[in-house]
Structure formats: C-alpha cells, structure tokens
C-alpha cells in the first residue's frame, strides 16, 4: 500500500500524519509507504513547523527528516490512497483529478475513525495550542488506518 497525507502546505499536519503511519507501519511490520505533500507550494523544500516537530519530539517521534512538497498530478496515480485534512484540502486534491479511478482515492483522513462524518483536522498553523489536539487526531486516524488495511 501506498499512502499520501496531504494539508495545504504540508509543514503542519500532513508531515505529523505521514510521521505517526510511518510510525506505525514500522511497529506492524508492514511494506507500506508513506509520503505528505501540500496542495500549495507555499513552502517547499522547508522542513515541518517547529512546532509539528516539537509536538512529535514529545511522543517520540522525529518527522526532521521530511521536507515540504507540492502535490504533483503524478501522486494522483502513484499513491493508493489519498487522505486529505479537510474539506478545502479534499475540494483542491478533487479539483486536479483527471479521471474517477484517481478521485476514488481522496478521502478524507477522519472518516477512518468517524465514518461519513466528514471531520476536518483544524490547521494549527494559527494557533500554537492546536498542534497537541492535531497530533491526538491523527494519531487516532493513523491507528484506524493500520487496523483497516492490516486485514487486506
């Protein structure tokens, strides 16, 4: 399987996303990969937020490694499953789509732990005290995407 988190600038939450599955897979053993992008390019090549990366210093996990990136057309084809932050995220992700095999992978990545409730990840990127609340979520999200694909 392949994963893609997507955000808008991806510094935020979809490098805490691509981190915790990551993290995750690793647990499990699993031969899956994972990546994060932005839908726009506002700042590529930087590394995640300071404080996406402190948030995952406290649990352990370093998501340093990574770097922002712009959503290309070719993810569209590479990536199994596309999981989007929220509903603007999945509008811009749905908007590039040439075709339905590519929009039948966009979801929106708290439907895994809230089916059909269509919850976004608030950006944190505003407020410093959001990013806790950010990571708790996709923590969540990331452990129910583990257990769903795990029995595929």
């Known amino acids: 399987m392949k994963f893609l988190m997507v955000c808008l600038g991806n510094i935020c939450r979809s490098p805490l996303a691509e981190g915790l599955l990551k993290q995750k897979i690793k ?9 994060s ?8 090549d930087a590394l ?4 996406s990366i ?16 712009k959503l290309v057309l070719a993810d569209l084809d590479t ?5 989007v932050m929220d509903s603007s995220n999945y509008n811009d992700v749905m908007a590039l789509c040439e075709n339905t095999i590519q929009k ?8 895994m732990v809230l089916p059909e409730r269509n919850i976004a990840v608030p950006d944190p990127y505003w407020k410093d005290s959001g990013f806790k609340n950010v990571y708790l979520m ?3 999200a990331s452990e129910a995407i ?3 694909y795990k029995q595929k």
């Open 54 to 69: 402190a948030i995952a210093k406290e649990h352990n996990l370093d998501i340093t490694d990574q770097r922002s990136r």
């Open 104 to 111: 039948s992978k966009v979801r929106l990545i708290m439907n």
């Open 48 to 51: 995640p937020d300071a404080r």
């Open 138 to 140: 996709l923590e969540e």
């Open 79 to 83: 990536y199994d499953i596309i999981y």
């Open 146 to 148: 583990v257990k769903a």
């Open 37 to 44: 992008a932005g839908t726009s390019g506002y700042h590529e």
């Open 27 to 35: 647990e499990e053993g699993l031969d899956w990969e994972v990546d």
